[in-house]
């Protein structure tokens, strides 16, 4: 088992991490990642996508530092091209992906996370940062950048410089989550939030995602011609139609993505 799974129920499609002892990946699970990824973005019926974990005490380590040491350079560089990849492909997906993080999420674990849409995070005695300056490195798939552009260039800079690790109270004072739920009820708050998600307007969520990605590394008069024609995009869409109906009907809406 490369310790990578995919399910969908209910418009959840749900990627699951389960390479005990600590979710730490290698190539294969990457390349897992990576399919589960794919499978993801083109199910149907998979409306919200949530990486979650099996584990109950990480979300996900980062690389397997044992086989790292133990792998030649250049297969671990196939490795950090694929992590790449796997991340890019999270971001480039017209889909919402959303970490629900409950245990230790640190160095890669937490690049996966801060490549996802939305974090939602349960309290609860685990660490969260990237250590890589520790090791001698830096970190490898975005971490840095993404980490910077979520919370600010001072205190991400702060965070990998010293490499030091947070818990979950202090990553959610700086912007690190987007909700921060009480441990004991996380599931099932994890899944009204992302069940809260499924019935939106696909096309227009996916446009939402590309506008405020793309919007945030323009100019403003540029960032606002590009929210000019995402929306034009979508006036003549039948989810637009759709959504007009059934407010002056007075009723729930039925998207279709199309």
């Not at 290698?26 to 990576?34: K, M, R, W």
């Not at 949530?50 to 490795?79: H, P, R, W, Y």
């Not at 629900?100 to 674990?109: K, M, V």
């Amino acid at each position: 088992m490369n310790g990578v799974e995919y399910a969908c129920k209910e418009g959840i499609g749900r990627i699951t991490f389960n390479r005990p002892k600590a979710n730490a990946y290698d190539l294969p699970f990457h390349e897992a990642f990576s399919d589960a990824i794919k499978t993801a973005d083109t199910d149907a019926g998979a409306r919200v996508i949530v990486i979650q974990s099996a584990l109950d005490k990480f979300f996900c380590a980062g690389a397997d530092i044992k086989v790292f040491a133990d792998s030649d350079t250049e297969t671990n560089k196939k490795m950090v091209e694929q992590a790449r990849a796997n991340l890019a492909a999270i971001e480039a997906s017209g889909k919402i992906f959303i970490a629900a993080i409950s245990g230790h999420c640190l160095g890669g674990g937490l690049e996966i996370a801060l490549a996802c849409d939305i974090r939602l995070a349960a309290k609860g005695n685990y660490t969260l940062g990237l250590p890589e300056v520790k090791l001698g490195l830096t970190p490898g798939n975005g971490g840095s950048q993404r980490l910077a552009r979520l919370i600010g260039p001072a205190r991400a800079l702060e965070l990998c410089v010293s490499g030091r690790s947070i818990d979950p109270d202090e990553a959610n004072e700086l912007g690190l989550f987007s909700r921060l739920f009480k441990a004991g009820s996380f599931e099932t708050a994890v899944e009204t939030y992302a069940g809260g998600l499924v019935p939106g307007a696909p096309l227009a969520m996916a446009a939402l995602k590309r506008g405020i990605q793309k919007g945030a590394e323009l100019p403003l008069a540029e960032g606002l011609a590009l929210e000019t024609q995402l929306v034009d995009d979508l006036y003549d869409t039948e989810d637009a139609a759709e959504g007009f109906r059934a407010f002056v009907e007075k009723r729930a809406p039925v998207y279709r993505g199309c």
